[in-house]
């Protein structure tokens, strides 16, 4: 009798041990299943989102770098050919010229010849496409991009006072009949703040000498830079140019209220020579000399713009080159202003 009582408790004692285990092990899987039934009706839930748009492809390849050489006088005569030819149905424009003859020269302009120009348009004149004459040079198409990042915004279709044309419609950065005096300076050293180069071109006039808009373009810089002083960025349209017009006059720089984003018209005033810069306080003439410092900064990738790899070019010979189409202006109230209506077409 001992014998059975004792097996019924251990018979008692293993199925309880059997139950509970079996407990143990299959509840995890029923809470398992239970979360995922409940994550999968969580999911049907939500709301479908939006696709995002996608990125536009870094553009890897670009040019670094552009050694602007060409003299006034190519451009002179790269130029008057554009001109004479608008129309044709040969008409090769003067950035297609320059970049040719960069591709002759390997971009020395010190070896310019107008007989080469000249020669070129023979061909040209005798039915000999532009396109089959520089088909075999190897570095055309990289001067093409270079000089065009340059000057594609140079020429084109205008009116003026409601008369179209077709030339400059750039001008120069001082106002008409004002005049100025210059060097090539640029590449010179400068200490101010740490050593280096100077990387734009510096014209000197008396303080309140009108600036004009070289080209049209929207405000991306405006205000006091500890450099430039009293300064205004302006954007060409087409992005690729950056011009910068600093030391701008203490207390009243500039002609109007910029803002950021604002548009400009090539030719407009947008303000005064001065002597502003070379300190952290604002409005403060520490300059020795009144002067607009101008420059140019070519943009072939955005990374570019204020990044370490950025590109300005020597404004010397254009410059000269621009003073054959100036912006006379006149006085309204307290500012200086055009005198000539003006419009690019297609902007």
Do not use: C
């Amino acid at each position: 009798m001992y014998y059975i009582v004792k097996f019924k408790y251990i018979a008692i004692i293993l199925i309880t041990a059997v139950l509970v285990i079996a407990l143990v092990t299959l509840k995890p899987h029923v809470d398992r299943k239970e979360m995922i039934r409940e994550e999968a009706e969580f999911k049907k839930s939500q709301p479908i989102p939006e696709e995002q748009p996608k990125s536009e492809p870094v553009k890897k390849d670009y040019i670094k770098w552009v050694d602007f050489d060409v003299s006034k006088s190519a451009m002179d005569y790269a130029y008057k050919y554009d001109i004479r030819s608008y129309g044709d149905e040969n008409h090769v424009t003067m950035v297609e010229l320059l970049a040719y003859l960069g591709a002759k020269y390997g971009g020395d302009f010190s070896r310019f010849k107008y007989k080469d120009i000249y020669d070129l348009t023979s061909k040209i004149n005798n039915e000999t496409s532009f396109n089959e004459i520089v088909a075999d040079m190897k570095y055309y198409s990289y001067y093409r991009e270079a000089y065009g990042a340059v000057l594609d915004g140079f020429v084109g279709e205008f009116t003026i006072d409601g008369e179209k044309r077709y030339g400059l419609k750039v001008f120069s950065p001082i106002g008409g009949g004002y005049g100025y005096s210059h060097y090539d300076d640029f590449g010179v050293s400068r200490s101010y703040g740490y050593r280096r180069k100077h990387l734009g071109h510096d014209l000197m006039n008396g303080v309140g000498t009108p600036v004009i808009a070289i080209e049209s373009g929207y405000v991306e810089a405006v205000g006091w830079n500890q450099y430039g002083g009293w300064r205004l960025g302006i954007r060409s349209f087409d992005k690729k140019r950056y011009y910068y017009y600093a030391h701008l006059r203490k207390d009243h720089p500039y002609a109007k209220d910029f803002k950021e984003g604002d548009f400009v018209t090539a030719g407009d005033v947008i303000g005064y020579m001065g002597m502003t810069g070379y300190s952290v306080k604002e409005n403060v003439n520490n300059i020795n000399t009144p002067h607009l410092h101008l420059g140019l900064q070519l943009i072939f990738d955005e990374s570019q713009k204020d990044g370490i790899n950025q590109i300005w070019i020597d404004l010397y010979d254009i410059t000269n080159f621009l003073t054959i189409n100036q912006s006379y202006v006149k006085r309204e109230g307290n500012e200086l202003v055009r005198k000539s209506s003006f419009t690019v077409l297609g902007e």
